[in-house]
Every structure is written in C-alpha cells, then in structure tokens.
Nanobody, 125 residues
Framework: QLKLMESGGNSVQAGGSLILSCAASGSVSGSGTFYMGWFRQALGKEREGVATIEPHGRVTSIADAVKGRFTISKDSATNTIFLQMKSLKLEDTATYYC????????????????WGQGTQVTVSA
C-alpha cells in the first residue's frame, strides 16, 4: 500500500504564492516507478488534472489554466513531489489531491492507483 500525505494548503490572497508537498511512503514494490501528480476539485466541479511528473522527475503534463504560474517538481530521494503555485487566482480555489499510478494512462482519465486525502487551497480577493 502506498500512502500519500499532502501538506501546504492554506488561505491566501489573489496574487499570492503557496507550495504544496506530497510525500509518498509505503512498501509497494517498485514504489519509485510511480507517476505522480496533482489534481484539484473545486466545489461543484469535476476533478481536473493540474500537473504530473514521471518517476525520474521529468514533467509529463501541466494544465493550460496553470501554465506559467505553477511548477511541479520531485525529490526522488524522498519520493516527495511539490507544486509551487504563484500568482494565485480566485479560480485556483479547490481541494488539491496528490495521486500516484504506475500506468500513466490512468492519469489521462483522471484516475490513479493511490490518492492523498487532499489539502485545501483558498484564494480570496
């Protein structure tokens, strides 16, 4: 079982910055070969992909809505991924979920083998 623990969510004013972290732990065989990523779900909306990263740290996708403002990165030594968020907008308000999968196609369908519990990001005017 792979456990994903997010942290870093907070309330900020528009234009502000936050960094989310997600630490993966557990005893799943080949846990270092998981694609990991960030998804978000705003109230009343469907979950959407934000950014994903391959096991060795190459960024595999970033949503158009956050391109140029958000950066995903990975510390392979600790199996931790980060989402650096800048120039936050009201529409970035959502619960942000960390996810992991060994099949990248799952991410394309907004699915994953493992999900974190979510961390709330609230952007106010």
């Amino acid at each position: 079982q792979l456990k994903l623990m997010e942290s870093g969510g907070n309330s900020v004013q528009a234009g502000g910055s936050l960094i989310l972290s997600c630490a993966a732990s557990g005893s799943v065989s080949g846990s270092g070969t998981f694609y990991m990523g960030w998804f978000r779900q705003a109230l009343g909306k469907e979950r959407e992909g934000v950014a994903t990263i391959e096991p060795h740290g190459r960024v595999t996708s970033i949503a158009d809505a956050v391109k140029g403002r958000f950066t995903i990165s990975k510390d392979s030594a600790t199996n931790t991924i980060f989402l650096q968020m800048k120039s936050l907008k009201l529409e970035d308000t959502a619960t942000y979920y960390c996810a992991a999968t060994q099949d990248y196609l799952e991410f394309l369908h907004r699915k994953a083998d493992y999900w974190g519990q979510g961390t709330q990001v609230t952007v106010s005017a």
